[in-house]
């Protein structure tokens, strides 16, 4: 049965972000050194890397942050992750954690499922693959 439009636009109001957030297969310690992230980062195909501190994320290390790094840098993640790294529960409202991430110029936030305690990530570009799939493969 083809849905009406209604029913369409309310489902996609309630699509929570953890269907579009990535899991996150590999994290660091704050002491980890740069070319272990790079290096990370080559061998799991990510972008981001969040750092773990006593099991919270404590910081974010993305691969844009490493390549602004002087070559041969012996720099550890601690120095040049970013601290403010928005976190939001699995459940959350995709539309939310997308205003939320347009409105303070965020790139990334680490979703957290407090079930499991599982950790993945929402970026912009899930943000987009989100979009298209949304303007594309459904039905109005």
Same mark, same amino acid.
């Given at each position: 049965?083809?849905?009406?439009?209604?029913?369409?636009?309310?489902?996609?109001?309630?699509?929570?972000?953890?269907?579009?957030?990535?899991?996150?297969?590999?994290?660091?310690?704050?002491?980890?050194?740069?070319?272990?992230?790079?290096?990370?980062?080559?061998?799991?195909?990510?972008?981001?890397?969040?750092?773990?501190?006593?099991? &919270? $994320? @404590?910081?974010?290390? *993305?691969?844009?942050? !490493?390549?602004?790094?002087?070559?041969?840098?012996?720099?550890?993640?601690? #120095?040049?992750?970013?601290?403010?790294?928005?976190?939001?529960?699995?459940?959350?409202?995709?539309? &939310? $954690? @997308?205003?939320?991430? *347009?409105?303070?110029? !965020?790139?990334?936030?680490?979703?957290?499922?407090?079930?499991?305690?599982? #950790?993945?990530?929402?970026?912009?570009?899930?943000?987009?693959?989100?979009?298209?799939?949304?303007?594309?493969?459904?039905?109005?």
């Amino acid at each position: 049965m083809k849905k009406t439009p209604a029913e369409r636009l309310n489902e996609i109001l309630n699509i929570q972000v953890e269907e579009y957030s990535t899991p996150c297969t590999v994290t660091a310690q704050k002491a980890t050194k740069i070319d272990e992230l790079a290096n990370l980062m080559k061998e799991n195909s990510v972008r981001h890397i969040p750092i773990i501190e006593n099991d &919270d $994320v @404590v910081g974010i290390v *993305s691969d844009r942050d !490493i390549s602004n790094l002087p070559e041969g840098s012996d720099a550890v993640a601690a #120095l040049i992750m970013s601290k403010d790294v928005y976190t939001t529960e699995s459940h959350a409202l995709l539309k &939310d $954690v @997308v205003f939320e991430m *347009s409105s303070k110029k !965020i790139g990334s936030a680490m979703v957290i499922d407090q079930s499991d305690k599982s #950790l993945s990530i929402f970026t912009s570009v899930d943000a987009l693959n989100a979009l298209n799939e949304i303007l594309g493969g459904g039905n109005f």
